[in-house]
């Protein structure tokens, strides 16, 4: 593990002056400071907006992606200094804040980058409308991955109304897989959990793979997710912890946008913003080079929204 205050003096005295000979202890490539950048799995949206602010700043760090289940693992890498840098969903950073309000103090939000959409994916022949008949007809919830966004959401939609979920069997199978398994009902019924924009490459995937079908009609659906307890729940500051967004009036209504596979009716879905973080101690040490890092994300958040938030609502 990274000493971090080693690393912090280090890197300040590094990159004083442009130019400049780096101090002893700073990790270079190609002449300039390393980065390592938590960006999730190597398709997902935070690797398409960690590429995206990088190649921004390329003339000034060396960027290594690092790959991580998602959010909480983010979280916990640059909390450790195993990255500089991540990416985090803002309902896990609010409910690790809850759990340990020191990470308030490790952990520093730098920037919104993109919103977030909470979907459950189900199989339409099941009797699934919203969230609470999952468990009412006994199926099991896939995507739910050890330290991925995905399943830190489920733990705590799920724990605002323990007796309502406590008896769901929560499966970490993911991706194409999981799709598969609910569409075909291997393994048991499911529904699928994926927390991410609404044009990620898997939700892209989950639309098509809906009609891989010898007849081409639609197998999978998108269900509500918008529990009354859900809706109570409060982050560090009381502050709601999650928006609710219909996905009709975003544009996304069944024949005419990303979802027509996917859609039956309108779904009211929780979001939640993705946020860019770093480690306090290198942005403390490092707060001249802030401004910089500050306009590359700011740059690059329409390229960002471009692709995994086309919708005036979830910017």
Same mark, same amino acid.
């Given at each position: 593990?990274?000493?971090?205050?080693?690393? %912090?003096?280090?890197?300040?005295? @590094?990159?004083?002056?442009?130019?400049?000979?780096?101090?002893?202890?700073?990790?270079?490539?190609?002449?300039?400071?390393?980065?390592?950048?938590?960006?999730?799995?190597?398709?997902?949206?935070?690797?398409?907006?960690?590429?995206?602010?990088?190649?921004?700043?390329?003339?000034?760090? @060396?960027?290594?992606?690092?790959?991580?289940?998602?959010?909480?693992?983010?979280?916990?890498?640059?909390?450790?200094?195993?990255?500089?840098?991540?990416?985090?969903?803002?309902?896990?950073?609010? /409910?690790?804040?809850?759990?340990?309000?020191?990470?308030?103090?490790?952990?520093?939000?730098?920037?919104?980058?993109?919103?977030?959409?909470?979907?459950?994916?189900?199989?339409?022949?099941? /009797?699934?409308?919203?969230?609470?008949?999952?468990?009412?007809?006994?199926?099991k919830v896939y995507g739910a991955a050890d330290g991925s966004g995905?399943?830190?959401?489920?733990?705590?939609?799920?724990?605002?109304?323990?007796?309502?979920?406590?008896?769901?069997?929560?499966?970490?199978?993911?991706?194409?897989?999981?799709?598969?398994?609910?569409?075909?009902?291997?393994?048991? @019924?499911?529904?699928? @959990?994926?927390?991410?924009?609404?044009?990620?490459?898997?939700?892209?995937?989950?639309?098509?793979?809906?009609?891989?079908?010898?007849?081409?009609?639609?197998?999978?659906?998108?269900?509500?997710v918008n529990d009354r307890d859900m809706e109570k729940l409060q982050?560090?500051?009381?502050?709601?912890?999650?928006?609710?967004?219909?996905?009709?009036?975003?544009?996304?209504?069944?024949?005419?946008?990303?979802?027509?596979?996917?859609?039956?009716?309108?779904?009211?879905?929780?979001?939640?913003?993705?946020?860019?973080?770093?480690?306090?101690?290198?942005?403390?040490?490092?707060?001249?080079?802030?401004?910089?890092?500050?306009?590359?994300?700011?740059? %690059?958040?329409?390229?960002?929204?471009? /692709?995994?938030?086309?919708?005036?609502?979830?910017?």
């Amino acid at each position: 593990m990274i000493n971090l205050k080693v690393f %912090a003096v280090a890197t300040t005295i @590094a990159l004083t002056i442009a130019g400049a000979s780096y101090a002893e202890g700073v990790e270079m490539k190609d002449g300039k400071p390393v980065i390592h950048f938590c960006t999730g799995t190597k398709s997902g949206n935070y690797d398409f907006a960690g590429k995206e602010i990088a190649r921004r700043l390329q003339g000034t760090f @060396a960027f290594i992606p690092v790959r991580t289940n998602g959010s909480r693992d983010n979280m916990e890498k640059v909390r450790d200094g195993q990255c500089q840098w991540g990416f985090t969903q803002g309902d896990v950073a609010e /409910k690790m804040l809850l759990d340990d309000p020191a990470i308030r103090n490790e952990v520093i939000k730098v920037a919104k980058v993109y919103r977030e959409a909470f979907h459950v994916v189900c199989n339409r022949s099941s /009797k699934v409308d919203r969230i609470t008949d999952i468990p009412k007809n006994g199926l099991k919830v896939y995507g739910a991955a050890d330290g991925s966004g995905t399943a830190e959401t489920l733990r705590i939609l799920f724990g605002a109304d323990t007796k309502t979920y406590s008896s769901i069997e929560r499966d970490p199978t993911t991706g194409i897989e999981a799709l598969r398994n609910v569409k075909d009902e291997i393994d048991g @019924a499911g529904c699928y @959990a994926i927390m991410s924009g609404v044009n990620s490459d898997l939700m892209v995937s989950a639309d098509m793979f809906s009609v891989n079908t010898p007849n081409h009609k639609p197998s999978l659906k998108l269900i509500n997710v918008n529990d009354r307890d859900m809706e109570k729940l409060q982050t560090y500051d009381g502050k709601p912890m999650y928006e609710f967004l219909s996905l009709n009036t975003a544009g996304f209504f069944s024949g005419k946008g990303i979802y027509k596979n996917l859609l039956q009716d309108d779904i009211k879905v929780p979001t939640t913003t993705a946020y860019f973080v770093m480690n306090a101690d290198w942005k403390t040490a490092n707060k001249g080079l802030i401004p910089r890092i500050e306009q590359a994300i700011n740059d %690059a958040t329409p390229t960002i929204n471009k /692709k995994v938030a086309p919708s005036d609502q979830l910017n």
